[in-house]
């Protein structure tokens, strides 16, 4: 594992699935992670487990579709270490309606929180990020690449946060910035979450051997990709995307 001693890691979402083995991973990692969360109860628990590991934690609310929380986070944050080396953009909303009684108010706060919540958070951790060479993941997904029905909200946001990450790369390339992408696929995140709801689902051998890999993704599968980009070790890569789906999205599917 790389070592992150040292480092500021801030994890948006970071409460539990995805972003929950994220925040697990830089902490074993040596980092001093924040986890930014709009769930207060899940940051707070998952905060209080790393923190009984041995590993530096803190937990903070933020909302990430709203400008004044999160100016108010990277703010306090960046005040409080005097940097943030590592920003995941991990947190997401997903409405699953089909477009006829979805609500344009479910499809604007999608919008906001997936594609225009990374895009201000970057912009505000941009004064604590200067300083040092740091890096950026925005967590995006091959639904950015295909559908299924009734996800245009969800599509559209990681469509564009796609778009937002090689944009910014190019842009903040001047400040030893780097920012890259990740699109999971299929990852099982049903144990991933606060001890009130975590119940792991049983998942069949079909849905296994569908994909070319043999499995169903891990969020740990994620999380150890997001350390490899923000390492020394990935210093050439930037405006990339990386799809860790099993193999799913380059398999063609014929219905008998």
Known sequence: MQDFSGKVVLVTGGGQ?????????????GAQVVIADFDEEAALEHCKAILSEGY??????SDVGNEDSVKKLMHKVGSKYGKINVLINNA?????????????????????????GPYMCVKY????????SASIVNIASTRALMSEADTEPYSASKGGLLALTHSLA???????IRVNAISPGWIDVSAWRKSSIAKQIPLS??????????????PEDI??????????EADFITGSNLVIDGGMTVKMIYEP
């Open 205 to 218: 051998e079909k849905d296994h051997r569908q994909h070319p890999a043999g499995r169903v993704g891990k």
């Open 17 to 29: 699935g995805i972003g929950m083995a994220i925040s697990r991973f830089y902490a074993q990692a």
């Open 125 to 132: 951790v941009l004064p604590y990020m200067k300083q040092q």
């Open 56 to 61: 530096a934690c803190e937990a903070v609310f």
């Open 223 to 232: 999380a150890r990709a997001c350390l490899f980009l923000t390492s020394d």
């Open 170 to 176: 190019v842009s903040l390339g001047k400040y030893n």
């Open 92 to 116: 997401a909303l997903h409405f699953s309606k089909d477009i006829e009684s979805r609500s344009m108010q479910e499809w604007q706060q999608t919008i906001d929180v997936n594609l225009t």
